[in-house]
């Protein structure tokens, strides 16, 4: 049996600050599971966040963590991994601070292959500052900013994340909370790039603007609204509209940038004759 | 002839902001600021206002679209805070060195870390050498009348520099107060419509913006922006004479409360202000000759008028609600005992670095403050030149 995740949790710091219903408690729950199956020594792990609901998470866990600045937390995880390519590094960020304002680094942790694992909590809104639209919130959608319907397209993230050359990528909704979890065992063991899109709800803004009921009926929802990649392929566009595709979109070994650094640092060596 | 409301700071801006109708609005939103641009975005859906209204994704495009369309010929307008106001930092310099227009309320709020997101004047500080016109609001009828008066000295031709017009966050933006807005139709006639000089979009006309100014030119395109934060200072006060016709409310570089006559003053910015004079009235009571100055105008620094009004006194001390890490001082302390130098008579100064994120300052703490100057009047002794107020030490 796989260890309890009491003993990563800082139960002092508690309770947290999301809200009832709030999904980014199952995503929190599926990475430490996920831990506990790797049985990864606590002073193994670092995670790292940057600002929002989601980002809070590093502070109820007992790892190394660092809560870092809106959008920035891949930049600093990159640092952490280069100066200490041992430690498994996890970034949790939100569909705001990873997709809108720290875009541009997600995309080149990808492209370079960073030995990072990104966790993105995807509630469809920028939940702590009251409910803005962000670039994930589905087109027609309502938000704050968007009072009779986000008129801007949304990103597929993993779309955007395996073109950019990430080693990993998956997608499951917090209905699937045992699959997201072994989403995230996976992404943990890759060496390369590896992105998880967990997409949850925010009752709160998200959920009460759109009308879309309960927090159990917005699960619900998302689970109706599951279609396997394997199935999404045999549907034509018109009726994969308002679906969310799970699975897992790529599982590659190229060598990530830590490998191929350390065979720089042993050309460099060679070269200099040491 | 004015509308008695009761209203947010945060919301009363978003209605100085609708009766301004601007060109275009960029924003992104973060605490205490969001409120703002929130509001102001449904002015944008339910057309209230004429406003092309731009969801970036993140304030450093923020700044630079309203950069962008501020070149183009539109009267342009963004808001944010802390770290909102970090992130534009490399386009904040950009719109002033451009001689940009732009007017931008920023909501203070402690600049991280560590990560707080309640007042100090960390954020606006930390941008005070930017080159943009920087004033202070004690409370929501300030940030409203200094909003309307900012477009105006923004758009002044001797001027053409941006304005930051600053609250308190929380304590302004999110407390509700009685004040006054004035009707929309006399807003749009006093501010008027916006002609720029150069505009990109005078098609007929190509100019070329931001262009490469290397040591040939730069020393002197940098003089000229020194030359238009000189020439602010007159347009200020213009500017709110003319408010005063249309308001019936006046303003000055700063307010001198009780200063006259007094012995014994504190120089303060933004919302503590209220709390001071409360103070001051309680020690006047009592028979003190304690004053207040509240600086409204922080850039440019009315450094010959403060000297004129502080000159005399016995002992001052100067409120700072940000630190400048320099091992001497908070930053206003520093330009106001640079302004005092030279003085005759000059007063004994002290410096009190105090609310720092967000810790309250209750009038005991104020009048603590006036006790001190108490002190130093009698003993002719300064003991400490910088005191963090009613830190546990
Ligand atoms: C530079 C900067 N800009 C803006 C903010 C304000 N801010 C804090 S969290 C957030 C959005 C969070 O949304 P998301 O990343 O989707 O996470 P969620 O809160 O929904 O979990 C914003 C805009 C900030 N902290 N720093």
Known sequence: ?274 | MSIRVAKTGNEAVAEGMRQINPDVVAAYPITPQTEIVQIFSSFVANGKVDTEFVTVESEHSAMSATVGASSAGARAMTATSANGLALMWEIVYIAASMRLPIVMPVVNRALSGPINIHCDHSDTMGARDAGWVQIFSENAQEAYDNLLQAVRIAEDKNVLLPVMVTMDGFIISHAMEVMHLLEDEKVRKWVGEYVPENPLLDVDNPVTVGPLDLYDWNMEHKRQQAEAMIQAKPVILEVAKDYAKLSGREYGLFEEYMLDDAEIAIVVLGSTAGTAKEVVKALRADGVKAGLLKVRVFRPFPAREIAAALGGKKAIAVMDRSDSFNAVSGPVFAEVRSAMYGVENAPKIVDYIYGIGGRDVTMDHIKSVYDDLAKIVKTGQVERALTYLGIRE
């Open chain 1, 1 to 274: 049996m796989a260890k309890s995740i009491d003993e990563y949790l800082r139960t002092q710091f508690m309770p947290h600050i999301w809200c009832p219903g709030c999904g980014h408690g199952i995503v929190l729950n599926a990475l430490l599971r996920a831990v506990a199956r790797l049985d990864l020594p606590k002073d193994q792990v670092c995670v790292v966040s940057g600002i929002g609901c989601a980002s809070r998470a590093p502070g109820y866990l007992d790892f190394n963590t660092l809560h870092t600045t809106h959008g920035r937390a891949i930049a600093f995880a990159t640092g952490i991994k280069l100066a200490n390519p041992d430690l498994h590094v996890i970034v949790v960020t939100g569909d705001g601070d990873g997709a809108a304002i720290g875009g541009n680094h997600l995309i080149h942790a990808a492209r370079r292959n960073m030995g990072v694992t990104t966790v993105m909590f995807n509630n469809s809104i920028y939940g702590m500052t009251n409910g803005q639209y962000s670039p994930l919130t589905p087109s027609g959608m309502f938000a704050a900013t968007a009072p009779y319907g986000n008129v801007e397209r949304n990103f597929d993230m993993c779309e955007l994340v395996r073109a950019s050359g990430a080693n990993y990528v998956a997608r499951a909704t917090v209905a699937q909370a045992r699959q997201l979890s072994t989403y995230i065992e996976r992404a943990i063991e890759n060496p390369g790039f590896a992105f998880v899109e967990a997409v949850g709800s925010c009752p709160t803004y998200f959920g009460r603007r759109n009308k879309l009921g309960s927090s159990l009926q917005m699960l619900e929802t998302l689970k109706k609204n599951s279609v396997t990649a394997a199935a999404a392929a045999k549907l034509d566009p018109a009726e994969l509209r308002g679906k969310i595709i799970i699975g897992e979109f790529y599982r590659g070994d190229a060598p990530g940038y830590i490998e191929l650094y350390d065979g720089v640092i042993e050309r460099a060596k060679e070269a200099a004759g040491k």
